[in-house]
DNA sequence: TACTGTGAACTAATTCACAGCT
DNA sequence: AGCTGTGAATTAGTTCACAGTA
């Protein structure tokens, strides 16, 4: 490569200077980046300084080279024959996913659901704030959740603004999800996490991500059939006609 | 084709005997037949008889090429010219995911999180019934949480053993999760729902699905940031040495 | 020695594009 | 004409295996 480097890398070359060096992260290696992250502030909490790509992945519950090439393009490289510095990956690792300041989130839907969500501990660890709580209930209205006074569903939008939340929960029947989506998306929010049954038709540049719990509980029913049947995962089908 | 094919295929040939034929189904394909349920059960309920994969991929959100992979496998192919039929898709998926009969739930943990689920319409639609709901507290223990009584912990084993439960929800703090896990595994659980943020050790014959809410928020949040600063998915990392 | 980081091989999933029915 | 079903091409993700390094 000679002399067709780019100046940064002859910089590097020389070792006068660090450089900065773009690597593309997967999207499915970003997926598994918070269970690290979980994992790792347990191991921090627990005093461990290092960690092998080996004792992660246990802890994670996938393979240690997928903990290898997940880890390696974020940059704090473990040390070679040691492992991982514990704090300082959790460290990049909420850096890198953003958990370092506050997330104000809103809270649409108090009933059952939007009620638990609220009062979730985990959320709060995270540095999500739930800033408000609303519901077209006139009963829900007024009462107080999780040291939150439920808004009335007029106050979507001032919630939104008066909150900067640009991550939202939607928590309500199926029948008034969109509608809901909707005001949320005009009050400017650009993330929401969907509770409800149904497909949230949303701007390109809104992120949608749908948690169907009906959806994770029939996934375990198939598998249990399946392997109450003792079938792997093929179908016996009805070929050609009588 | 002439003479090479089986006995079946010859069969089918000559048009005497449907043939049973083994279709596998991709894992990526499976986790979205639920989804197809719920739009198609939508579709019959509001009296549409014929959807064509177009249609059925805009209201599941995916692209109609996936929608064809996904249920050509399944048999009740669909007509050519005209769509799928969408009663028969309907039955069809049902039959595929086990969702025919009854499944027995015990849910564990009656905090706000099991409570909700408890009482989430989405189940007992779906055929999930909540067969047991137990918990540790004693202020909790006996009380009433969408017609059920809540049971008290040692009865988990009772629980699963009377209703003949074979999935049950994992709906306690962390702490106490792999433990809970290990008695319903030991009372005959095949399949666990597990909301805990953390790992739960079971046997090779067992499945647990994983919803960790903080985790889809966290994935949220870093697609955001990067929405913000308007960077794809990338990151950049300081290399080289000073 | 004991570990990380990564090219290379492999496997899974998606998308294209069109043949084949109705 | 209008649709499904599917080979073929493409892309994404995983795993292997080992070079490189503290």
Same mark, same amino acid.
Do not use: K
């Given at each position: 490569? %000679?002399?067709?480097?780019s100046d940064?890398?002859?910089?590097?070359?020389?070792?006068?200077? $660090?450089?900065e060096?773009?690597?593309?992260?997967?999207?499915? %290696?970003?997926a598994?980046?918070?269970?690290?992250?979980?994992?790792?502030?347990?191991?921090?909490?627990?005093?461990?300084?290092?960690v %092998?790509?080996?004792?992660?992945?246990?802890?994670?519950?996938?393979g240690?080279?997928?903990?290898?090439?997940?880890?390696?393009?974020?940059?704090?490289r473990g040390?070679?024959?040691?492992?991982?510095?514990?704090?300082?990956?959790?460290?990049?690792l909420?850096?890198v996913?953003?958990?370092?300041?506050?997330?104000?989130?809103?809270?649409v839907?108090?009933?059952n659901?939007?009620?638990a969500?609220?009062?979730?501990?985990?959320?709060a660890?995270? &540095?999500?704030?739930?800033?408000?709580?609303?519901?077209?209930?006139?009963?829900?209205?007024? %009462?107080?959740?999780?040291?939150?006074?439920?808004?009335?569903?007029?106050?979507?939008?001032?919630?939104?603004?008066?909150?900067?939340?640009?991550?939202?929960?939607?928590?309500?029947?199926p029948?008034?999800?969109?509608a809901?989506?909707?005001?949320?998306?005009?009050? &400017?929010?650009?993330s929401i996490?969907?509770?409800?049954?149904?497909?949230?038709?949303?701007? $390109?540049?809104?992120?949608?991500?749908?948690?169907?719990?009906?959806?994770?509980?029939?996934?375990?029913?198939?598998?249990?059939q399946?392997?109450a049947?003792?079938?792997?995962?093929?179908?016996?089908?009805r070929?050609?006609?009588a």
């Open positions: 490569m %000679s002399d067709t480097g940064a890398a002859d910089a590097a070359a020389r070792g006068t200077t $660090a450089v060096v773009v690597r593309t992260l997967p999207e499915a %290696s970003v598994r980046l918070p269970v690290y992250l979980r994992v790792l502030s347990e191991l921090a909490l627990a005093g461990r300084t290092v %092998s790509s080996d004792a992660l992945a246990a802890l994670a519950g996938v240690p080279a997928q903990v290898r090439r997940d880890l390696a393009p974020l940059g704090p040390t070679r024959g040691v492992g991982y510095d514990v704090v300082a990956l959790r460290d990049r909420q850096d996913l953003g958990l370092t300041h506050e997330w104000p989130v809103v809270i839907g108090a009933g659901l939007g009620q969500l609220a009062g979730y501990a985990g959320f660890d995270r &540095g999500f704030r739930v800033a408000a709580l609303v519901d077209v209930d006139p009963l829900l209205v007024g %009462s107080s959740v999780a040291g939150l006074v439920v808004d009335p569903a007029e106050r979507l939008e001032d919630a939104v603004l008066r909150s900067g939340a640009s991550i939202a929960v939607v928590a309500t029947p029948g008034s999800a969109q809901v989506c909707d005001r949320l998306v005009a009050a &400017g929010v650009r996490l969907n509770f409800a049954p149904v497909l949230l038709v949303v701007p $390109a540049h809104v992120e949608v991500r749908d948690v169907d719990l009906s959806v994770e509980l029939a996934l375990l029913a198939f598998h249990e399946r392997r049947a003792d079938l792997p995962l093929d179908l016996p089908v070929e050609g006609r």
